[in-house]
């Protein structure tokens, strides 16, 4: 994840309280996915970003996970949603987040 | 009928594709110099995974781009490409060429009109293919190479030794140092070179190009005119087009579609009777991705600098042909998402001439090679594009869902270009467009590309051009008087 979205997602955590926030991926690659999340979880593994050392504990999904995907407007998800449904196959990037959500959920417990 | 029905046509009559292979440069791509700052060790590891100019000119993507292959052929072609070599390959191609490191210095040295490039005068005279008589050259000993490079001056290696270097333009001004004087001589020897190429395979002269557009991306020009431009006119005068004007036209990537349309469009108001399109090379996108490459063992592929010109002029008849009335530009209220860039740059185009998706017998999209950017995590962005457009197709009911793989491949192409931004975006399949249409194997073509306006800070907007190319079925004449 690059240093700017790091910085946009810190300065909305500080705001917000990182409880309050979830981060919504549209990649259209599951390669990076495994990354991004550890980014907004634990930190960043490169230690050279604002998030380096910061465990915000952010739950990951991607938008056409059905969890997100079920919450937004009909006339809204066909409009903005239904062409990368067909395009993007999120399976494996479900997996990879649902993982990641798992470990963050029992980290709570 | 729409007003559009009636086909407007701007005639293409060639295509010069040019790769000037310059492995010696790629420790001056931005992100290899940024990287070689904070760690100069990776320099070594950079070194031993260059490839040699026979396996550049060996590898199958570089045999498609300058039309020694088709994409159709390159498909066929065992992965990975720069594990197998296409034996008997030639540096010439069908619409191109490729052009040694070496080769690639004198050009740039014959391009310098201000003392910048200072050749070694024992490499020179070392070289196997020879030095025509005539060319003003810079020349210097290795001491005196030596010493401007221990002033400041940027290395121009050859093997182990010195070719020569690059001074800096001038000693305060950010614009003119030597890493981007570099950048900027580079497109402008390489887009003059391919010009110059166009020009005797049309064994058309020179000086009868009315108009040049450059749509190289470098920012020529000094502190107080930043990327005041005008490249055009400079490779205009390289490539010995003393009648020609010229101007740039730029859009990042999208800026080739657009240089075409407003060349096309020069023509089609009698203002020129010909007009040349060219680009240059980006050195700054030389190793973009080469730390992905060596993480993965490969060599590094982003090792040359792309270029090219396509003349257009008025129509003949049944000569493949820019049809002006199709083209569509990303308006500023338009949507960036992919579907409202499919939407605008595909669906209205074809939409206006009452046509549909499934009407196109190839898109020609971004062609990045996915060699190139699977590695780094990129993903294969000419599939990316095709899977859209089949989407696309199966939203408006043209296609059904389990036809979308034969759409992929039946209307699209593995990507076979080098990450120079302006170059893979649609300009680089023309030529097998053109030889294609010829042939009569495709009736049409869609050319779509697309800019990231917004990597300049100035706003968040993308932006995009298409057009839609086919055989003329009339000349000039009758297209005009009919």
Redesign the interface.
């Known amino acids: 994840m690059n240093f700017e979205n790091q910085g946009v997602i810190k300065r909305l955590a500080d705001q917000y309280g990182p409880e309050n926030l979830a981060v919504v991926l549209g990649n259209?690659?599951t390669?990076?996915v495994e990354v991004f999340a550890e980014t907004v979880t634990e930190g960043d593994p490169s230690y050279a970003g604002p998030l380096a050392g910061v465990a915000l504990k952010i739950p990951v999904y991607h938008v056409l996970e059905p969890e997100v995907t079920e919450s937004v407007p009909e006339n809204l998800r066909q409009?903005?949603l239904?062409?990368?449904s067909?395009?993007i196959d999120v399976e494996p990037m479900r997996q990879v987040l649902q993982a990641s959500r798992e470990k963050l959920s029992t980290a709570r417990l | 009928m729409s007003n559009f029905a009636r086909p407007v046509h701007i005639g293409i009559d060639g295509v010069f594709y040019s790769l000037a292979h310059v492995p010696q440069l790629v420790r001056f791509g931005s992100k290899p110099a940024r990287e070689l700052v904070d760690r100069p060790s990776l320099q070594d590891e950079l070194n031993g995974s260059l490839r040699s100019f026979t396996d550049a000119v060996a590898y199958a993507a570089h045999q498609t781009f300058i039309g020694n292959l088709t994409p159709e052929a390159l498909r066929a072609c065992k992965a990975p490409w720069f594990e197998n070599s296409i034996e008997g390959a030639s540096e010439k191609g069908r619409f191109g060429d490729l052009v040694d490191q070496g080769s690639f210095y004198r050009l740039l040295a014959q391009a310098d009109q201000f003392n910048l490039v200072s050749l070694d005068q024992q490499w020179l005279a070392g070289l196997s293919r020879g030095v025509s008589d005539g060319q003003r050259l810079q020349l210097r000993t290795s001491d005196q190479i030596a010493a401007l490079i221990q002033k400041g001056a940027l290395p121009l290696g050859s093997g182990k030794r010195m070719a020569g270097c690059f001074e800096p333009g001038h000693a305060e001004d950010v614009n003119l140092t030597a890493d981007i004087l570099l950048e900027n001589l580079a497109a402008k020897a390489t887009a003059a070179h391919a010009l110059s190429s166009l020009m005797a395979s049309l064994q058309m002269a020179p000086m009868d190009v009315d108009y040049v557009i450059s749509c190289s991306e470098e920012a020529v020009g000094d502190r107080y005119n930043r990327g005041g431009g005008n490249l055009a006119k400079a490779i205009a005068e390289q490539a010995g087009c003393m009648n020609a004007a010229g101007t740039d036209v730029k859009s990042f990537c999208a800026g080739p579609m657009y240089a075409m349309v407003h060349g096309a469009s020069l023509i089609q108001s009698g203002l020129c009777r010909n007009v040349a399109v060219v680009a240059g090379g980006s050195l700054a996108k030389l190793g973009m991705k080469f730390q992905s490459h060596l993480e993965k063992r490969m060599p590094i592929l982003e090792d040359v600098l792309a270029s090219f010109a396509v003349l257009l002029g008025p129509p003949k008849k049944n000569q493949p042909c820019l049809r002006l009335n199709s083209a569509s530009f990303h308006r500023v209220g338009a949507a960036s998402?992919?579907?409202g860039m499919?939407e605008g740059l595909a669906e209205a185009p074809l939409k206006k001439l009452g046509m549909k998706l499934t009407d196109v017998d190839r898109y020609a999209v971004e062609l990045h090679n996915p060699e190139i950017t699977v590695p780094s995590?990129?993903?294969d962005v000419p599939r990316?594009n095709y899977?859209?457009l089949?989407?696309?197709a199966?939203?408006r009911g043209q296609l059904k869902?389990d036809q979308?793989e034969d759409f992929v491949r039946d209307r699209g192409m593995v990507g076979y270009a080098p990450t120079q931004g302006h170059i893979p975006s649609a300009v680089s399949y023309l030529g097998h467009a053109l030889d294609a249409l010829r042939a009569g194997r495709i009736k049409n073509s869609l050319f779509i590309s697309k800019g990231s306006l917004f990597l300049g800070k100035m706003t968040q907007l993308s932006d995009g051009c298409s057009f839609l190319i086919e055989n003329a079925e009339e000349s000039w004449r009758s297209n005009v008087e009919g």
Do not use: N, Y
């Open positions: 259209g690659e390669s990076g409009e903005k239904e062409l990368s067909l395009v | 998402s992919p579907q499919a995590g990129s993903g990316t899977r859209t089949a989407a696309l199966v939203m869902k979308m």
